[in-house]
């Protein structure tokens, strides 16, 4: 008893631990805005505020959607990879309580920075850029989700001791089935969608790509004006691997960058 009591007094988590915390808490948080803002609420895209060639063409919005969804795989996958490997600390006092908090850190971390440097530095967007005061919106969204993330990671770390090793192997466990489930979810499109978006690749003439999408089962519903972004409402028969032997670049659903495409409304 008085071991464990010392173990429970003295054990701190790695650094390993706690990035894996801070790295899964940072990719939570961008999975949370990119799925809730960009893609069920299409409040906003990346780069919506910049003004100005090539930034206004959907494409290049589309396209820094889909680096934005891109970028946070990667730290995805880095903060379960440090998961992973400190597997043998999850069964220790506090464990679980700590990683937690650890998270909170990052999810936190993640709309304060994207907040001052998105928001208010960069201008490159805002929470909800068609509202009659986007301020409003840019302060709530960083009380609720910034502000309120790091004060519940500040009470979990003042009261990180206790708990069983069950407990904190099942907090683990739950942190690494619920990343696994935000990447999944991410790539979807939206199970609404009555299109798909085809982006053929450059040099892909608007000739040429109407008589692709002639050979295949999709009713053309609009383009943008370079012509190589293109609305179907798929058929029957339709296969989206038949965009691609026709020249498209990225078909909406099909591919991990272009994944948020599927929730734009045509």
Request: hydrophobic residues 55%; charged residues 15%.
């Amino acid at each position: 008893m008085k071991s464990e009591r010392l173990a429970e007094v003295t054990w701190t988590p790695s650094m390993l631990f706690r990035w894996a915390g801070w790295l899964l808490g940072l990719a939570l948080g961008g999975f949370f805005d990119g799925i809730l803002l960009h893609q069920i609420l299409q409040w906003h895209h990346l780069l919506s505020g910049v003004e100005g060639a090539p930034w206004t063409d959907l494409r290049a919005q589309v396209l820094a959607d889909g680096l934005f969804h891109l970028v946070l795989y990667i730290v995805a996958i880095a903060g379960l990879w440090a998961l992973w490997r400190t597997r043998t600390q999850y069964g220790l006092p506090g464990a679980g309580r700590s990683l937690w908090a650890d998270v909170l850190i990052g999810f936190g971390a993640w709309h304060v920075a994207d907040a001052v440097l998105s928001h208010w530095v960069l201008g490159i967007h805002r929470i909800r850029m068609d509202a009659a005061n986007p301020l409003l919106w840019d302060v709530a969204w960083l009380a609720v989700f910034g502000a309120g993330a790091l004060a519940v990671a500040y009470w979990l770390r003042r009261h990180r001791g206790g708990g069983t090793p069950r407990n904190g192997r099942a907090g683990c466990t739950a942190l690494f089935a619920a990343v696994v489930i935000t990447m999944a979810w991410s790539m979807r499109s939206s199970p609404e969608a009555n299109a798909v978006l085809v982006m053929f690749k450059p040099g892909v003439a608007a000739p040429e790509a109407l008589m692709a999408l002639a050979r295949i089962d999709a009713t053309l519903l609009w383009s943008d004006a370079s012509g190589q972004l293109w609305a179907v409402r798929p058929g029957a028969g339709h296969r989206a691997s038949a965009h691609y032997r026709h020249g498209a670049w990225w078909v909406s659903g099909t591919l991990v960058p272009a994944a948020c495409l599927g929730w734009f409304k045509a």
